[in-house]
């Protein structure tokens, strides 16, 4: 090992095989140097294959991530409408009997038409509610507002003081649980733009390293350097994309439960983690440039 390759792996001449023949099938065999020539072409294939999919995963999280913000954003503002809304229907109480509060059935009575109509003609009318929800009104009702308001509104006789109370309430804790969303969607966006201009700057250090046997030593030393100071650079970007994770406490409802925001807005994706799993690539790259560039080292 020369002095001025610390840290690099020491391979011996024999395992690399730098002298002889290889016989790649029954009668066809060609010398060591053009193998390992023909070798190091195909991983630089494969490794310009790496980095583009890798890139490609990473835009598929950011158009996934600005869908659901604007999905969302959609949300907020309709439930928005929604409480403006009910805010302009009247409101009517029960005449009183001596039996006690009697409802007043006539032309309007029913499932309080004008409330729902409003729902219909504002939660229910994004551009995205049959691709997202694709739920009848007193299904995506009892989600969002309980079942109780639920089974008022769809069975009730009239809008009273209390129920109107009520829905104004359930439509601006709507809005605000998006309004929540839409900050913690904000924080994930910076968070992968920082990542992936970092991620792009690791792929352009390797994609910019030649581990050719027939290079100067001295460069494929300076270049075994590079790639490990990447390295550092991946591992520690993955390291504080674990944190944000592990930081990360805002929770989307699902009809099967809670679920991780990350889960929430990647799931369609290869991976849930897409920086995790794009930064562990980067990290397996390097280690196998770090390899390739020590053979080449030990070849000079």
């Not at 193998?35 to 999280?61: E, M, N, Y």
């Not at 029913?110 to 229910?124: K, N």
Request: charged share 25%; aromatic share 4%; proline share 4%.
């Amino acid at each position: 090992m020369s002095p001025s390759s610390p840290g690099l792996t020491q391979v011996s001449q024999q395992q690399i095989g730098v002298t002889g023949e290889r016989c790649v099938t029954d009668g066809v065999c060609v010398s060591a140097d053009v193998l390992t020539h023909a070798l190091a072409a195909l991983g630089t294939v494969f490794f310009a294959l790496a980095v583009l999919l890798a890139i490609s995963r990473l835009h598929d999280a950011v158009d996934a991530l600005d869908a659901e913000r604007d999905r969302t954003d959609r949300e907020r503002d309709a439930f928005a409408a929604f409480v403006d809304r009910v805010a302009e229907i009247d409101a009517e109480n029960p005449r009183l009997t001596d039996g006690g509060p009697m409802a007043v059935r006539g032309a309007g009575a029913g499932r309080l038409p004008a409330v729902v109509d409003a729902y219909r003609e504002t939660v229910m009318a994004v551009e995205h509610y049959d691709d997202e929800y694709d739920d009848t009104l007193p299904e995506h009702m009892a989600a969002e507002f309980g079942d109780d308001v639920a089974l008022a509104v769809q069975n009730g006789v009239i809008l009273s003081p209390q129920l109107k109370r009520t829905l104004r309430a359930s439509g601006l804790q709507a809005k605000q649980r998006r309004e929540r969303l839409l900050a913690a969607l904000d924080a994930e966006s910076e968070s992968l733009t920082a990542s992936t201009r970092a991620l792009s700057a690791i792929d352009d250090t390797l994609a910019s390293v030649d581990p050719d046997p027939d290079r100067s030593r001295d460069d494929l030393v300076a270049d075994w350097h590079a790639v490990q100071a990447t390295d550092e650079d991946a591992r520690s970007l993955l390291a504080d994309r674990q944190s944000d994770i592990h930081e990360q406490r805002h929770v989307v409802g699902q009809a099967g439960g809670p679920t991780t925001l990350y889960e929430y807005v990647y799931g369609s994706l290869p991976s849930s983690y897409p920086v995790l799993s794009v930064g562990t690539n980067a990290v397996e790259r390097t280690r196998d440039l770090r390899q390739r560039l020590s053979r080449s080292i030990v070849r000079n």
